[in-house]
């Protein structure tokens, strides 16, 4: 049998309930611009119904709690385009600092087809001083563009290499704040509270993580367990697992866990692009560069060698390096004097015959299986080529990256509009159950007056 | 389906990427490359390298050529004052011949010849900015000299050295005959016959005289010959000089094909974009006062 104070107390309830919904409404519309807040709907159920005889009734709505409305399979999606966007970035930024240093038209290509046409002019006259200088001074303008492009790839490469350490701290302390929350999140849980705020704290960390590096993301009862790399830990339950960074015997930054290094496996997120760059693209064109100037100089110092120079002197080395191995970085003009170059092939100082074996330089393939230019050619190839593929990949990681945020935005994202709907439904569902309490509460009135005890 | 309510973030990402195209087109504009950093066409800036080496080595061929031109005309004409001064020799010669000359007309006769001579030496030694042309590859000093000591009367210092110049790829021009193969070539030898002829007319020899001018003839034809040489190589020179121009005007179209902007697409492409940031723009103008919040007043 229904009494007024059942129905009294399932007014309170309606009233208490649409509170609540006021609130998570309020709380959305209070985030609507945070990054990262996903929205929460609020959870009503019915109250169990009584039975009386062969009366079912109902007694009321109950509210149960908040839920946030996520997807966690869109979030790791998100994640893993923002460490392939993240890389890519890092890997187009270094590039194009690069890209500078290896213009097609200008730089050593010009340099050496200047110092071959200085050569090709001083055939015109062996013995005047002026077009003999001329060869020397394009000679020594060659030799600082082989300098400034290899200062400008160890350059790079150790500005890359200062932000490892960096990146290594920002993953420490993102583990850190990931496996705390790990705890927050598992007593909360077990409390039965609302741990949506937490769970978005999480997967904001778990993003910016994510810029950074390449993480695995797995969902455990006791939190989620991140690792990077081939399975490094660096985050399970509410324990966090820190990397290090060193020196390695290559004088660049390596990173480790427990002495492991495991710097080839970081592969996402702007150290993963950065890594790739340092590691491999620059040591790949520093060794082109330095195979080409050791090659040039050594065709165009057995060529001088075969001739005499403008005293009769048998020809000497015109450049010098020491060994291939950062030979871009030390080679040297090795003559003194204009004289020195050995254009004669009979020792008289009128004759240019051996200026041919000089320029024959220009169109035989230096071991390398290229001409000079040939091989300056496809250095710019290399870098253009690597600089592209970057900015390619980046173009695409981030607009699939857009879409994914697009999806999670209509998914998670708050509407003002249908925040301002709830607000209006639920202000008149509270204006409704206070009727009610007030209908009752007259209702009451009349019982007092009528002197019936209120059953 | 629940629709993404933050459409800013688009509309802004859309105007991102209008302004960008804006600037790159500006770019293209304003530098006149398509390519104007490796990365925007690695082939076609790689191919760049090779079209520019080309291009300049084809203006140093055509400065080659120019020089070289000078220098051969330098040595032909030379060689046709010689010729002309042998002409001149030979009808002294033939004037002594005719058997009425006096003791002193002999050797006012013999004394002309002599200058020619002293003459047709100054020529051999001719230089160009201190290049002696008729020395070999040994011209940095006259090559060629009185001198009691051979029967030639004439010593030669020079050397059969020749030097080449390249005039295009893989393509030299010979720029120099060596000085005694011209003047004391065994077809027609200059300095012996010129020697000859003084002794001859200076002994009175009429039998003499009309050997040394019959050398003299032959020196003449071998001079001539040379001069041949220096024409021919400079004619070379001129049509190798037209084909470096065509080559020039090529590699420069070919340069243009590879990196040059194609102006009229990139300024339609400039008024596209234009018009889809303003599109852009209007929408959002559009879209950011709508709220329901507006309508419940």
Do not use: C, W
Request: aromatic share 4%; charged share 10%.
């Amino acid at each position: 049998m229904s009494t007024l104070n059942s129905i009294m107390s399932i007014a309170g309830e309606a009233l208490q309930s649409a509170q609540g919904a006021l609130n998570v409404t309020a709380n959305n519309i209070a985030n609507s611009d945070t990054p990262g807040y996903t929205r929460e709907v609020v959870n009503l159920t019915e109250s169990p119904t009584v039975h009386q005889g062969t009366l079912q009734m109902g007694t009321g709505v109950s509210l149960q709690g908040f839920t946030s409305v996520r997807n966690e399979v869109l979030q790791l999606q998100i994640d893993n385009q923002t460490q392939q966007a993240n890389s890519s970035l890092a890997q187009s930024n270094a590039l194009q600092q690069i890209e500078t240093a290896f213009p097609s038209s200008g730089g050593i290509g010009a340099d050496m087809t200047a110092f071959f046409d200085s050569l090709s002019q001083l055939s015109t006259n062996p013995s005047s001083t002026s077009l003999r200088a001329s060869v020397l001074s394009n000679a020594s303008n060659l030799v600082s563009d082989f300098h400034a492009a290899s200062a400008s790839i160890s350059q790079l490469q150790t500005g890359l290499d200062e932000t490892v350490p960096k990146s290594t701290t920002e993953i420490n302390q993102l583990s850190t704040q990931i496996a705390n929350l790990n705890a927050q999140i598992s007593s909360a849980g077990m409390a039965g509270q609302d741990s949506g705020p937490l769970v978005d704290q999480r997967d904001q960390l778990v993003s910016e993580l994510s810029q950074i590096t390449n993480v695995q993301t797995t969902s455990t009862p006791n939190g989620v367990t991140l690792t990077t790399g081939n399975g490094t830990p660096l985050v399970v339950g509410n324990q966090s697992f820190s990397l290090t960074s060193a020196t390695g015997s290559d004088g660049l930054q390596h990173v480790l866990q427990n002495g492991q290094d495991i710097t080839s496996s970081l592969t996402g997120g702007s150290l993963g692009g950065t890594l790739q760059v340092r590691d491999s693209e620059l040591p790949a064109l520093q060794t082109k560069l330095d195979t080409l100037a050791s090659q040039f100089s050594s065709a165009v110092n057995s060529a001088n060698k075969a001739g005499f120079d403008l005293n009769g002197v048998a020809g000497q080395a015109v450049f010098s390096t020491a060994g291939t191995s950062g030979a871009a970085a030390s080679i040297q003009l090795a003559l003194t004097s204009a004289s020195q170059i050995a254009a004669s092939s009979d020792g008289t100082a009128g004759s240019g015959g051996n200026l041919a074996n000089l320029l024959a330089v220009q169109t035989t393939a230096l071991p390398s299986g290229m001409t000079p230019v040939g091989a300056y050619s496809d250095l710019v190839y290399t870098v253009g080529n690597a600089a592209s593929q970057s900015q390619t990949t980046n173009a695409a990681a981030n607009a699939a990256l857009g879409q994914l945020q697009s999806q999670q935005a209509s998914l998670s994202g708050v509407s003002v509009d249908q925040e301002t709907t709830n607000m209006i439904q639920y202000q008149q569902a509270y204006q409704a159950a206070a009727k009610v309490v007030s209908t009752v509460d007259s209702l009451y009135q009349i019982l007092i007056t009528m002197g019936v005890t209120v059953a | 389906m629940r629709v993404n309510s933050n459409y800013y973030t688009q509309i802004l990402n859309s105007i991102n990427a209008t302004q960008e195209t804006l600037q790159a087109d500006t770019l293209q504009l304003s530098t006149g490359r398509r390519v104007n950093s490796d990365s925007d066409d690695p082939t076609a800036a790689s191919l760049e390298v090779g079209n520019l080496a080309s291009t300049a080595d084809a203006a140093q061929y055509e400065q080659n050529i120019s020089s070289t031109q000078s220098l051969l005309q330098s040595a032909s004409s030379a060689l046709s004052s010689v010729v002309t001064n042998l002409t001149s020799a030979i009808s002294q010669g033939v004037e002594a011949a005719n058997g009425t000359m006096t003791a002193a007309q002999q050797t006012q006769i013999a004394a002309t010849i002599s200058g020619l001579r002293d003459q047709i030496i100054g020529l051999a030694n001719t230089s160009v900015q201190g290049v002696y042309l008729f020395g070999g590859t040994a011209s940095s000093t006259p090559p060629f000299a009185l001198n009691a000591n051979p029967a030639t009367g004439v010593s030669y210092s020079g050397n059969n050295g020749v030097n080449a110049v390249p005039v295009g790829d893989n393509q030299t021009v010979q720029t120099n005959v060596p000085g005694d193969q011209i003047f004391a070539s065994s077809s027609g030898n200059v300095m012996q016959s010129m020697t000859d002829l003084i002794n001859a007319v200076q002994a009175n020899s009429t039998s003499g005289i009309e050997a040394a001018t019959g050398e003299l003839q032959n020196a003449v034809n071998a001079v001539s010959l040379q001069q041949e040489f220096y024409s021919g190589a400079s004619n070379q020179l001129t049509s190798e000089n037209t084909s470096l121009q065509t080559e020039t005007v090529s590699l420069k179209s070919q340069e243009n094909n590879l990196v040059g902007a194609d102006v009229a697409t990139v300024a339609t492409n400039m008024t596209l974009s234009q018009t889809s940031e303003q599109a852009a723009l209007e929408a959002l103008a559009k879209v950011a006062p709508m709220s329901l919040l507006n309508y419940l007043q």
